[in-house]
């Protein structure tokens, strides 16, 4: 049986890669910071993926175990012998785990030949590239001979809403997920054979990545961040707000417009792409909640990430995105007490102004068009609805 090693053992790691691996006939391992989790997962060795939808299905995934991430013994072993290593930890997390990953993969270079493919499953573009230059920092030559030959690290772009909705579980490690996926694989990558049943191996990832980024993740979090601003709970209220789904709506449309331009994909394919994704996020039975979806605002308004990205591709090629841009100030206004992120930008608010903040969140320059445009935004967003 081939054998697959996971870290994160969180919402999408058992409610969407390991189902799918499991699926795929892979014996899972899975690995994770958290000795609760662990210790649960080593008790069931096995749990249900619940699905989310009219007629509620139950899956079941087993024969499962689990290590903690500090167990060197038997993470050694798990690595020397796996076919598949796959992580949804965070992609704040991958340096870390690169780190430990190295050593590992040494002791498997002196033990074993065969083939290895590794791919991170995080909400960020080319999330891989990031683990793979970790494990290869500072590395001699010879070890870095190794990796390019025997190891394959297709970057991917991985997509089911997996909430921590509240609801009957048969055991605590259960899972609830939406019915629909998508985990898109640059099969140039690939070393050797990778057999996922339900993945698409593509030939050109970054246009997946990023429309799935812009249009879902991008006015997942315009969503969460108004919805939050206006009082509501959960995604599936939030996105039935007229003026929400107004703004989500020309978000998209702001950011299939770059889309269309940089990738060359036909206007009406992106609309029917949006138009599904608003129609998952009205999924009531998900029960997701605003402050799940618009966690560490300083991941989601980075440069680099599924807001300002889009904003700056619009901006380059001559279109005020104004609807992104409410996104990116609503963000700014997500002042939820339990996100340490959120409380760090609040923090950053009172102590050095709102520019410098943007400024610093965003990469943006203070005296750029588009961080004015957002202040503005901020202001006029926090004058109609800041004081709740
Ligand atoms: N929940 C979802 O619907 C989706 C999440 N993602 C991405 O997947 C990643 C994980 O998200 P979730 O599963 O929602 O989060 P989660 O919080 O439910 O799961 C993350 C898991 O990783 C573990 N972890 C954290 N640091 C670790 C480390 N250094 N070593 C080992 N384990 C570690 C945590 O203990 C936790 O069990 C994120 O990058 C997210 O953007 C991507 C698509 C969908
Ligand atoms: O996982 P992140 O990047 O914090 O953001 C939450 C996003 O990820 C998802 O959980 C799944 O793609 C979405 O629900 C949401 O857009």
Same mark, same amino acid.
């Not at 520019?355 to 445009?373: A, D, F, H, P, R």
């Given at each position: ?75 050694? &072993? ?18 870390? /785990? ?26 960020? *573009?080319?999330?891989?590239? /990031? *683990? ?5 920092? &500072? ?33 605590? /490690? ?84 770059? *889309? ?25 039975? *998900? ?24 904003? &700056? ?76």
């Amino acid at each position: 049986m081939l054998k697959a090693v996971h870290f994160g053992a969180g919402n999408i790691g058992r409610g969407f890669i390991g189902y799918l691996l499991y699926k795929s006939e892979y014996e899972i391992t899975f690995v994770d910071i958290s000795k609760e989790l662990v210790e649960s997962i080593n008790t069931y060795k096995r749990y249900n993926v619940i699905i989310l939808k009219d007629n509620v299905e139950k899956e079941e995934v087993k024969n499962i175990k689990a290590i903690h991430i500090e167990d060197e013994e038997n993470l050694s &072993k798990a690595i020397v012998d796996a076919d598949i290593i796959t992580t949804s930890v965070g992609a704040n997390n991958l340096k870390s /785990i690169g780190e430990k990953l190295r050593n590992y993969l040494k002791i498997r270079k002196a033990n074993i030949d065969k083939p290895l493919n590794i791919m991170a499953c995080e909400n960020a *573009l080319f999330a891989t590239n /990031i *683990l793979k230059n970790s494990i290869l920092e &500072k590395e001699d030559k010879d070890f870095i001979e190794y990796v390019n030959q025997k190891i394959g690290f297709p970057n991917t772009a991985v997509d089911r809403i997996v909430p921590n909705v509240d609801i009957k579980k048969e055991l605590p /490690i259960d899972v609830a997920v939406e019915d629909f996926y998508e985990w898109d694989i640059d099969k140039k990558a690939i070393i050797g054979d990778l057999n996922i049943k339900g993945v698409e191996l593509v030939a050109d990832l970054e246009p997946y990545i990023e429309r799935k980024l812009f249009l879902l993740n991008g006015a997942h979090a315009t969503t969460a961040y108004l919805g939050y601003l206006k009082g509501y709970k959960y995604i599936h209220e939030a996105i039935e707000d007229d003026f929400i789904r107004n703004i989500v709506s020309g978000m998209q449309e702001e950011a299939s417009l770059a *889309l269309s331009r940089k990738h060359n994909i036909k206007k009406d394919e992106l609309g029917r792409y949006a138009s599904k994704v608003i129609k998952r996020f009205k999924n009531s039975y *998900l029960k997701d909640e605003v402050v799940r979806v618009g966690r560490e605002p300083t991941r989601k308004l980075a440069g680099n990430d599924r807001l300002m990205m889009p904003a &700056k591709f619009c901006y380059e090629i001559g279109v005020m995105p104004q609807f992104i841009l409410y996104g990116i100030a609503a963000g700014l206004l997500f002042d939820y007490k339990e996100d340490p992120k959120a409380c760090e930008i609040q923090n950053d608010i009172k102590n050095f102004g709102l520019e410098k903040t943007i400024s610093k969140v965003t990469g943006l320059e203070e005296n750029s068009g588009l961080l004015q445009e957002i202040v503005k935004k901020y202001k006029e967003l926090k004058e109609a609805f800041g004081k709740r």
